[in-house]
């Protein structure tokens, strides 16, 4: 990643080189090879439903939040260099603030997100990636992988404005890979919630195998509201995986009728 980070300097002292195509695809292969040659490659990383992305025109990707979205790192960059599909990935605002890491996010497309904006990188026709558990899913959420949405519903929303069906995805051994510390959750917790800020440690980079799932497009009418439709994306008829697996086992592609859902809070 630091690599990726001096790269982009360079590619924006060189204007000529700074369209997203160009930034996207340059970042994109040195992330493909780490995925070809990092410790994951003793067990594999694999996507599941690939062919779910649409290969043209918007379409708005919802994941559960690992510790640090590694899986969506490289999801993001298969699609870039075999589909050139252009993504919008909404993050935390404290991100922006990070020195130095602005530019990053920008060749990656990285927004803010409010409703509006994700609505408006849909209608341009971009892929857009929200992750509604946010920075208090990834450092909160359990080896069960519980969903921390709370109420949001902002996604929906924007699925609504924008008339875009939903892509469940989910990645299983994210909370394996990289984990965050039991002990003292819930100061760290209270932490979070009076600053907002990050910071929990974060460690691991286990040799876990993930398997990326696109689960199939989550589809509505015009009657339904955006709470009805946020609590219709994590049912078993759109993601088909076993969310929970022993850690650190090797693993292969699950039986479609292996579902679980995981708890809300």
């Known amino acids: ?41 003793l067990l594999g990383y694999e996507v599941v439903g690939l062919e779910k992305i649409p290969e043209s025109g918007p379409a ?32 935390d605002r404290f991100l922006f603030q990070v020195p130095g890491l602005r530019v990053l996010l920008h060749a990656f497309g990285v927004t803010p997100g409010s409703v509006k904006l994700c609505t408006q990188h849909l209608q341009e026709g971009h892929l857009v990636c929200i992750a509604p558990g946010g920075a208090r899913e990834a450092l909160f959420s359990d080896d069960n992988y519980s969903l ?28 394996e890979t990289l984990r965050t510390p039991t002990v003292g959750r819930t100061f760290w917790r209270w932490i979070y919630e009076k600053t907002r800020l990050p910071l929990v440690p974060i460690y691991g980079m286990f040799p876990v ?16 509201t955006p709470e009805e439709l946020s609590e219709k994306v994590p049912s078993p008829d759109h993601l088909p995986c076993r969310w929970r697996t022993p850690r650190m086992e090797p693993l292969t592609s699950p039986s479609l009728s292996r579902l679980s859902v995981p708890s809300r809070r």
């Open 60 to 91: 708005l990707i919802v994941f559960y939040h690992g510790a640090l979205p590694v899986d969506l790192y490289y999801l993001v960059s298969k699609i870039v260099l075999y589909r050139r599909r252009s993504f919008r990935i909404v993050g």
């Open 1 to 41: 990643m630091p690599f990726c980070a001096l790269f982009v300097c360079f590619l924006e002292a060189n204007s000529s080189l700074c369209e997203w195509p160009s930034i996207s695809i340059s970042i994109s292969c040195p992330l493909s090879a780490d995925m070809a040659v990092d410790h994951r490659s």
């Open 148 to 175: 921390l949405w709370a109420k949001r519903c902002g996604f929906a929303k924007v699925a609504l404005d924008a008339r875009i069906p939903i892509i469940p995805m989910f990645t299983r051994n994210i909370r």
């Open 209 to 224: 195998k993930m398997v990326t799932f696109i689960g199939d497009p989550v589809t509505f009418d015009d009657t339904v």
